[in-house]
């Protein structure tokens, strides 16, 4: 059964606090991204991985990092969070034109 | 950039009626373009796609209609159900390896 698995399902962190959004998947799929999703806006692109220690800003890149050392581990950071970080955040992977996706996890800063 | 845009935000309907949910997009370098449906809490789930050398794909209740010309697609929901209630989201690729990009989403609520 294909997975893609997201911790944590949610977490509450204070303004200016580090973040750490994990990401596994158990299919070696090469591509893996990181979204946000927020009402009236859709799924927006935050960083794309294309292997490891391959990554490439997508359109929202600004205040996250990503880390990806091992092909089924993708990490999403935020240093120092911010109020308008709060959202739900969705990790995804993909093998040619499939995409999976996560749970998602909720983050809110406040 | 890729700039994918989805119309209605939401559509409340009874059980048994038809839905069309539309979506353009602005690159014309786009070829795929898979639709999502996400269930309250849930992740999203394909559900139907088309490549840009098609204009129709069929799959049960499930139509899906594109113009090249026109940059637009459009779905089409049959015999609504309870179950169908959800967000759709369309999405476009290209020929920027892996990148989707998504609209803002349909809020669907089918009403018993």
């Known amino acids: 059964d294909m997975k893609v698995t997201q911790m944590p399902r949610y977490l509450i962190k204070r303004m200016g606090e580090n973040v750490l959004l994990e990401c596994g998947q158990d299919m070696s799929h090469e591509t893996m991204y990181w979204y946000r999703q927020d009402p009236g806006l859709g799924l927006q692109l935050i960083y794309i991985s294309y292997d490891v220690d391959s990554n490439s800003e997508g359109d929202i890149p600004k205040g996250y990092r990503v880390s990806r050392k091992k092909r089924e581990h993708f990490s999403l950071i935020l240093d120092s969070a911010k109020t308008n970080q709060t959202s739900v955040y969705f990790c995804?992977?993909?093998?040619?034109?499939?995409?999976?996706f996560g749970k998602g996890t909720r983050l809110t800063v406040v | 950039g890729e700039q994918v845009e989805q119309l209605p935000s939401s559509l409340i309907v009874q059980e048994g009626a038809s839905v069309l949910i539309n979506c353009s997009y602005t690159?014309?370098?786009?070829?795929?373009f898979p639709w999502y449906k996400q269930e309250p809490g849930k992740r999203l789930q394909f559900i139907i796609d088309?490549?840009?050398?098609?204009e129709r794909k069929q799959t049960q209740r499930l139509t899906l209609l594109f113009d090249k010309k026109t940059k637009h697609l459009s779905l089409h929901i049959t015999a609504t159900q309870p179950g169908d209630s959800a967000i759709y989201f369309c999405?476009?690729?290209?020929?920027?390896?892996?990148?989707?990009?998504f609209g803002a989403g349909t809020q669907l609520i089918v009403i018993p």
């Open positions: 999405s476009a690729r290209g020929s920027a390896l892996g990148r989707l990009h």
């Open positions: 690159d014309s370098a786009s070829v795929y």
């Open positions: 088309i490549r840009s050398n098609m």
């Open positions: 995804a992977s993909s093998l040619g034109r499939e995409v999976f």
